[in-house]
């Protein structure tokens, strides 16, 4: 076959003069150029090729590179997209001038990979006169076309080729005989293809920034109000209640079922304690509290394996009563503080141990304490010291803030306890306060419900009223709480309390604090408006009115919060979190840890015109009010959810449950709403050392006890 040789390229010249500058030029490049073409088949052309007056001019560089290619490397899809394919005629032309000029190699590192040897040898004449430089234009030659025998391969390859292979062109419709295609029909299809997604790409996507190489796509924000978002959210509630089927009946049942024992397995974990569940055994309990024993009975009602005993015998495991028994007490053992950790996180738990055999196996082999079927339980902590009277809270949060150098009027109003009328704290407090302009409160520390509370309007008639029960030849040896008096926010015209539960778990030596996050409105106590031109202390009846609106839900006060503003969650939750967890500490070291016993406390909340909560009170053995249904559902959640932590971790439900007894779960909730506030492994040991470095042993106690 015979090879036409191409014409040599005309490159512009110098003169001899630029002669010297131009061949030093020439052989700086050379060096560089070779360093760059290491690992390519080597097309350079030595230093005889051209004549050695020969130089490319610079000023025509831009002119050799017109035609060229921009090189689609590290392009975005978006670009790729709107480039003709690689099975169009245009970009076959292209490539084919793209692979001539990538075919020469010259020494000069001006003259790049841009120019074929054909359209270099149209301008260089001279060049031919060399043997052997038409040796190298020849095999230039033969490699440039083996190169586009190997480029044509490479568009067989290509993927709009193989697309039109693979029976999908047109939009993606299928064709039924491929192989009978002619090529400009295969051509056709991938350009259709490629139009449709050119159209597409117009239609959602925002224009290429023309300095950066990069798809940003420019979109509106809108600032959408509350009560849109509030829409949109319960339409997609309602969108997703109406996909989810109804369950039936029995698959309720059952899911509650599972939930249950589930819970009650994970909290045992978390105590790091097993008791295996059995179906023979038969547990008894005893209520001596006429005033909630209905709400105890129900939730009892669906714990089938528990049976009510009429009398205090030894086969009693549960015990609850109204005042804390000593007789019962006293058969508990005493513990030591546990100080080990949790082993792993809980939620992987369930997985790993699903039936009986299963939480076996995982209690032996993460050494959690198999504890004898044979327990004692009481709704009361032992009455060594009375750790719940007023005089005891200012007493013990005191001392802590003064052990932790913490501010006490950030928990509870200035408070004090007066012992005797010549008292140091007594004479200090009519000093420091004697031009103060609060009001304050007066009461007993042993504090009864036909005892009265007297509001004092300064400290000259605090110290009047002190002087004169001080006095009284009938009086018991017995102290007064003087504290500072906070004015709540007003409910439609109302004073409110919150109240809300706390309950402390004593189970394998390890003592832990919950916080009940529901609570509900309270009419508060004191109601006065303002003091009369000659008394200056107005006594108060601390007796039960019968008042209307007395209890108002929790619903209604977080929306008179937020009416006016308030930010309940984020603001006044919080603190009243961080209150009674520091509250648990200050009483902590005081408690005698015993197996197995829990404690429910309600606590008075106060919220005052500036949203910071304040601790009052905590009041023991909590009267429930049933007469209102609201407060009858509350009262059955909470108690409900105690028995939960505290009873149901000692013993767990049989494994299987009869059909007549899966109908009562009906009534239980699958939320727990106590929210943990204090664990003794964590915090117990430094408060033990950071009590006993500090002070001696000076407890804040009644005088009857």
Request: glycine share 2%; net charge positive; hydrophobic share 30%.
């Amino acid at each position: 076959m015979k090879l036409k040789i191409p014409q040599v390229l005309r490159f512009q010249t110098e003169t001899k003069s630029q002669q010297s500058n131009s061949i030093k030029d020439l052989d700086i490049s050379k060096n560089h150029d070779q360093t760059q073409q290491q690992n390519q088949k080597s097309h350079q052309i030595v230093n005889h090729y051209f004549q050695p007056k020969l130089k490319v001019i610079t000023s025509l560089k831009p002119q050799l590179l017109v035609n060229q290619i921009p090189i689609h490397q590290n392009k975005s899809f978006r670009e790729l997209s709107f480039a003709e394919s690689s099975g169009s005629p245009k970009s076959k032309r292209e490539e084919k001038f793209d692979e001539v000029c990538s075919s020469f190699r010259g020494r000069i590192q001006s003259i790049k990979q841009q120019m074929s040897p054909y359209l270099i040898n149209q301008q260089s004449p001279p060049s031919m006169r060399n043997l052997e430089s038409q040796k190298k234009i020849q095999e230039n030659t033969f490699q440039y076309n083996r190169h586009q025998v190997n480029k044509q391969k490479e568009i067989d390859y290509s993927p709009s080729y193989q697309l039109a292979q693979n029976e999908y062109m047109n939009n993606f419709q299928q064709t039924k005989s491929p192989r009978h295609l002619v090529p400009f029909q295969i051509e056709k299809s991938v350009k259709d293809i490629e139009r449709s997604i050119k159209r597409q790409n117009e239609k959602y996507l925002s224009p290429i920034s023309a300095e950066k190489n990069v798809v940003c796509p420019q979109i509106k924000q809108f600032d959408k109000g509350q009560e849109f978002k509030e829409k949109n959210y319960n339409k997609l509630k309602q969108r997703k209640k109406s996909i989810h089927l109804p369950q039936s009946y029995e698959d309720v049942i059952n899911r509650k079922v599972k939930n249950f024992q589930k819970s009650t397995f994970q909290n045992q974990c978390i105590h790091l304690i097993y008791i295996r569940p059995s179906a023979i055994r038969i547990q008894k309990y005893l209520l001596k509290d006429v005033k909630n024993e209905e709400l105890l009975r129900k939730c009892f009602s669906y714990r089938w394996w528990w049976q009510e005993s009429t009398n205090q015998g030894e086969d009693v495991e549960f015990f609850w009563y109204s005042q804390a028994s000593i007789s019962f007490l006293n058969k508990q053992e005493q513990r030591h503080i546990s100080d080990k950790k949790q082993f792993q996180p809980f939620e992987q738990i369930v997985k790993k141990a699903q039936g009986v055999e299963d939480q076996m196996k995982f209690a032996i082999e993460n050494k959690l304490s198999l504890l004898s079927p044979i327990i004692k339980v009481h709704n009361h902590i032992d009455l060594s010291y009375p750790l719940w009277t007023k005089k005891n809270l200012i007493g013990q949060i005191i001392k802590y803030c003064q052990l932790t150098r913490q501010y006490v009027e950030n928990f509870i109003p200035l408070s004090m306890v007066v012992d005797y009328l010549g008292e140091n704290l007594l004479s200090e407090f009519l000093k420091n306060l004697n031009t103060s302009t609060s009001v304050w409160v007066v009461r007993k520390s042993d504090f009864k419900e036909d005892d009265k509370i007297m509001i004092c309007q300064n400290t000259q008639s605090v110290f009047n009223h002190l002087s004169k029960e001080f006095k009284m030849s009938n009086r018991n040896q017995q102290s007064f709480i003087v504290q500072q008096f906070i004015s709540s926010f007003a409910y439609q015209e109302i004073q409110l309390d919150l109240c809300y539960y706390l309950l402390i778990t004593q189970i394998n030596g390890i003592v832990r604090g919950y916080f009940f996050q529901q609570f509900y409105g309270q009419q508060s106590k004191i109601q006065f408006s303002n003091f009369d031109n000659e008394s200056r202390i107005i006594q108060i009846e601390n007796s039960k009115q019968e008042i209307q609106n007395q209890y108002i839900p929790m619903k209604n006060i977080q929306n008179h919060f937020k009416k006016h503003n308030i930010d309940y969650k984020n603001k006044i939750y919080p603190q009243i979190k961080h209150i009674l967890c520091e509250y648990l500490k200050s009483i902590f070291i005081q408690m005698p840890v015993k197996d197995h016993n829990f404690e429910l406390l309600k606590v008075v909340i106060i919220i005052d015109n500036e949203s910071k909560p304040w601790l009052i009170n905590t009041e023991s053995n909590p009267v429930f009010e049933t007469d209102l249904e609201f407060m009858k559902d509350y009262s059955q959640l909470l108690l409900d959810n105690v028995l939960q932590l505290g009873l149901d971790i000692l013993f767990p439900s049989p494994s299987i449950w009869p059909k007549e007894k899966k109908r009562d779960i009906e009534i239980y909730q699958e939320i727990n709403y106590f929210d943990l506030v204090f664990d003794s492994r964590i915090e117990g040991k430094g408060l033990k050392s950071l009590f006993e470095q500090n002070y001696n042993k000076d407890n804040y106690c009644d005088d009857e006890y």
